[in-house]
C-alpha cells in the first residue's frame, strides 16, 4: 500500500528537526534560531487557548498546534537538563510521537477522530447495486429517466417504454408509448395496478388506450398508451369540467351512457339547462332521477330538477325554486284559443306552456279531467269551461253536486246546474240535438260534418262538462241512463261540434266507466291527471294507455324546501312545521304518449273571474230551441220530475215505494229505451202493463 505524500513530509521534518531541539538550547539559547522556535511555542499557546473556547473541531485544532506546543515545552527543558543525553532522549520523544500520531496529516483529513495509532479493522460493505445505464437511442432525457423507473419496476406486462411525454398542464402527469418487449406478441397482463405501483400513484389515475397505426409508427395489439394522470385527477376532483362533472355523476348513474352537449343558466328564470345525448349504440336513454338530483346537489323531494326526452337528446332542468311551487296567474289571453284551437292550461316543468285544445283534427275536442278531492279538478274544469266559451262555444256544466265556483262559472256561460237529474236531462238534451244538427243544412244547402272554421256552418260548437261524474253515474234512479248517454255522445258528438267533458275521481272501467266511454274520451282529448296516489299511478297511466316504461314516479308531497333544524328542535322538544300543501293543481297533461309534469293556471275567485271570460255568451240557435221544446227537452232543468218524464206513472197510489221509481224515460229523440236497470218490473200492475204491450191488448 502506498503512503501519502504528506505522510513523508511530516516525518522527515520531524527527523531533520530533532537534533535541532537538542542543542540548538544549549549552544546558542539567545540566538535567533532559538527565538523562533520559543515564540513558535507561545503561538500555539494562544492558539490552544482559543481552540479551547471554540465550539467547533477543538480537537483536530489542538492536535495541529501539538507539534509547536511540544517542541517548544522540550526546548525550555533541555536548558536545564544536567547532560546532553537528556536533551537528545527529549527530543527524539518528541519525534518518535510526531512519527506515530501524524498530527499535521491526520487532522487534515474529513470526519477526522484523533486516535493514538489505531486502524479500524476493515468492514465488509453490501456491494452497491448496478446503476441501470441506458444506452442512448436519440430519445430525450425524460424518456430515459422514465424507462429506468420502468426497468425498476421489473418492466410491467414485459413491455417497453419508446416514448414519454410531461403533461404541459401538470407537473406529476404524463403518457407512455409501450410496446411489447418480444415483436410480434399482443401486450397482456399489464394492469392498472402494476403501473400506478411503478409511479406511487393510485390505480384509478391511470388510463389504458389503444394505439392505432399511422404514419411513420406501428399499431396494433402489440402497442399501448398509458396516461399517468395523478394531478388531473386531482384536479377533477376538486374542480371538475361540465364535461368532467356529466361524466363521473350523470352520465354514469344518472342516465347511464349519455354525453354531456352544453350546459346554460337563464338567470331570469331562475333556471340551469343541461343537455345531452345518447350515443347511436346506446338505445333509449334510462334515467334514473333520484341519481341525477343527487349528482346536481339537490334533494329529489324539493321538486327542482326535471327530466325532458326527445329521442335521443336529453334535456336536464334545474331549478333553484321548484317550478311546480309556483303560481301561474290565469289571464284572458292564456285562456283564449288560438288559431289552432290551443289555450295554456298550465306551465310545465321546463317552462314551456302546457297546452289543451277545444278541437282535434277529428272534430270537437273531449276532456278528461282526473283528480282526488282537493287536487284542483274544479280550477282546471274551470280553465276548460273558460276557453271554450272564450272560443265562442256553448257551454253546459252539470255537476253532481253544487258548490261556489260553479255557481260562478255559471254566470258566464250558457247553462249550469247540480244533481243526477239535471245531469240527465242535459245529456237528453245533447243526444237530441246529435239528431237536430244531424239534419240542418249549411250555407251550401248540404249538410256536413263540423269541422273548426268551416264557412257556412248553422250552429256553434258545444261543450258538456260532467263534473264528479262517476259519483253521478252511481245515482239509484239516473246512473245507469247518465252512463249510457254519455256513452253514445261520446261516439258521435265530435262529428257535430259536441264535445263531452268528463271530470272525476277516476278512470276505471271497475269503477263505472265503460270501457267504449274511456277510450272515446282518452282518444279525442288531451287527458289531464292531478295528485294521484303513488300506488294508483301504475294503474291509471296504463288505463289512459301509456306504456309502462313511460309510467312516471310519484310526485312528493310537498314542492317546499325542507325547513332546516331538525336537530335543534328535537334537542328543544319543539314540534315540526306544518308540511306547505302546495300540490294541488300539480300533474301530468297527457298530449302524446308521454306524460308530462305540469301546474295548472289559477283562478282567483275572491277577486272575480269575470274579467277571464268574453262579454258575450254563446247559446243554441232559435231552430235547435224550437226542435228541442217540440221534444219537450228544452225547460227548466231544475224541476222536479215532471209527469211521464221517466216513464208512465202508476195508476194505484197505494203501490209501495220501489213501485214509484221513475224508470228511464224518452230519449232525445222522444222514444224510450227499454234494457236499463230502471225498466224492470217492480209490481203486479207493471207486469199486466208490460204484458199488455207485448200483446197488445
Not at 182 to 202: K, M, N, W, Y
Not at 231 to 240: M, V
Not at 606 to 624: A, N
Amino acid at each position: 500500500m502506498s503512503i501519502p505524500r504528506s505522510v513523508v513530509v511530516e516525518r522527515i521534518a520531524y527527523t531533520l528537526a530533532a537534533p535541532v531541539l537538542a542543542t540548538l538550547p544549549n549552544i546558542a539559547p539567545d540566538g535567533p534560531t532559538n527565538t523562533v522556535v520559543l515564540l513558535a511555542g507561545a503561538f500555539g499557546i494562544g492558539g490552544a487557548v482559543l481552540a479551547v473556547k471554540s465550539e467547533e473541531d477543538t480537537g483536530p485544532k489542538l492536535v495541529r498546534l501539538s507539534p509547536v506546543l511540544l517542541a517548544a515545552a522540550v526546548d525550555v527543558a533541555a536548558q536545564f537538563t544536567p547532560g546532553w543525553g537528556w536533551d537528545a532522549l527529549l527530543a527524539a520523544g518528541w519525534a518518535a510521537a510526531g512519527w506515530l500520531v501524524l498530527p499535521l496529516s491526520r487532522s487534515a483529513r474529513r470526519r477526522f477522530r484523533p486516535a493514538l495509532g489505531y486502524t479500524p479493522a476493515p468492514q465488509l460493505q453490501p456491494a452497491p447495486e448496478p446503476a441501470l445505464v441506458q444506452a442512448d437511442d436519440g430519445t430525450d432525457s425524460f424518456t430515459r429517466r422514465v424507462r429506468i423507473l420502468w426497468e425498476r419496476a421489473g418492466a410491467p406486462g414485459r413491455t417497453v417504454v419508446v416514448k414519454a411525454t410531461p403533461h404541459s398542464s401538470a407537473s406529476k402527469d404524463l403518457t407512455m408509448l409501450l410496446r411489447a418487449a418480444e415483436p410480434g406478441r399482443p401486450i397482456s397482463g399489464l394492469t392498472q395496478e402494476a403501473v400506478a405501483a411503478a409511479f406511487v400513484v393510485e390505480a384509478a389515475e391511470v388510463g389504458f388506450f389503444p394505439v392505432a397505426r399511422q404514419n411513420g409508427r406501428l399499431g396494433g395489439p402489440g402497442w399501448l398508451e398509458v396516461a399517468i394522470t395523478p394531478d388531473a385527477h386531482e384536479r377533477r376532483r376538486k374542480n371538475p369540467t361540465d364535461i368532467e362533472k356529466w361524466a363521473d355523476t350523470i352520465g354514469a348513474t344518472g342516465i347511464p351512457g349519455s354525453e354531456f352537449v352544453r350546459k346554460m343558466r337563464v338567470n331570469e328564470r331562475g333556471v340551469t339547462f343541461w343537455t345531452a345525448s345518447m350515443p347511436d349504440s346506446m338505445g333509449e336513454p334510462q334515467v334514473n332521477l333520484p341519481a341525477v338530483c343527487k349528482a346536481l346537489g339537490a334533494s329529489y323531494e324539493d321538486g327542482r330538477v326535471f327530466v325532458t326526452l326527445d329521442g335521443p337528446d336529453i334535456l336536464v332542468s334545474v331549478w333553484d325554486a321548484s317550478p311546480l311551487a309556483k303560481v301561474y296567474p290565469a289571464t284572458r289571453e292564456l285562456l283564449t284559443p288560438d288559431a289552432e284551437g290551443r289555450w295554456v292550461t298550465g306551465y310545465l316543468t321546463n317552462g314551456q306552456p302546457a297546452r289543451n285544445r277545444v278541437y282535434t283534427d277529428r272534430g270537437a275536442a273531449h276532456g278528461l279531467y282526473v283528480a282526488p278531492s282537493g287536487g284542483g279538478k274544479t280550477q282546471l274544469m274551470a280553465l276548460s269551461v273558460c276557453a271554450d266559451a272564450n272560443y265562442g262555444a256553448v257551454v253546459w256544466l252539470a255537476t253532481e253536486t253544487g258548490d261556489e265556483k260553479t255557481a260562478a262559472l255559471g254566470k258566464h256561460i250558457d247553462r249550469q246546474g247540480a244533481g243526477a237529474l239535471y245531469m240527465v236531462r242535459c245529456l237528453r238534451a245533447i243526444l237530441a240535438l246529435l239528431e237536430i244538427r244531424s239534419e240542418m243544412p249549411w250555407a251550401d244547402g248540404e249538410v256536413h260534418d263540423w269541422s273548426p272554421g268551416a264557412a257556412g256552418c248553422p250552429y256553434s260548437p258545444l261543450s258538456q262538462y260532467l263534473d264528479e261524474f262517476l259519483s253521478a253515474a252511481r245515482h239509484g234512479d239516473y246512473g245507469a241512463e247518465i252512463m249510457d248517454l254519455a256513452e253514445q255522445i261520446s261516439v258521435k258528438g265530435r262529428k257535430y261540434g259536441i264535445g263531452l267533458k268528463v271530470a272525476g275521481q277516476s278512470i276505471y272501467v271497475q269503477d263505472g266507466f265503460t270501457q267504449l266511454l274511456v277510450e272515446n274520451l282518452r282518444d279525442n282529448s288531451t287527458p289531464v291527471v292531478l295528485k294521484v296516489a303513488p300506488k294508483k299511478i301504475a294503474e291509471m297511466f296504463k288505463a289512459l294507455g301509456v306504456a309502462p316504461e313511460d309510467t312516471p314516479d310519484p310526485l312528493p308531497r310537498s314542492f317546499s324546501k325542507a325547513e332546516a333544524g331538525r336537530i335543534e328542535r328535537i334537542m328543544n322538544g319543539e314540534p315540526e312545521p306544518a308540511v306547505d300543501s302546495n300540490t294541488g293543481g300539480v300533474g301530468w297533461i297527457v298530449e302524446s304518449r308521454k306524460p308530462e309534469i305540469f301546474r295548472t293556471l289559477f283562478m282567483d275567485y275572491v277577486r272575480g273571474i269575470g274579467h277571464l271570460f268574453r262579454d258575450e255568451v254563446t247559446e243554441l240557435t232559435d231552430h235547435e230551441i224550437a226542435m228541442l221544446a217540440a221534444r219537450d227537452l228544452w225547460f227548466d232543468w231544475t224541476l222536479p220530475p215532471r209527469p211521464g218524464e221517466f216513464g208512465p206513472e202508476p195508476d194505484d197510489e197505494d203501490e209501495g215505494e220501489a213501485s214509484k221509481a221513475p224508470a228511464k224515460g224518452k230519449r232525445g229523440s222522444g222514444e224510450g229505451k227499454p234494457g236499463s236497470r230502471h225498466d224492470a218490473v217492480t209490481s203486479p200492475r207493471q207486469a199486466l202493463e208490460a204484458i199488455k204491450k207485448l200483446t197488445g191488448v
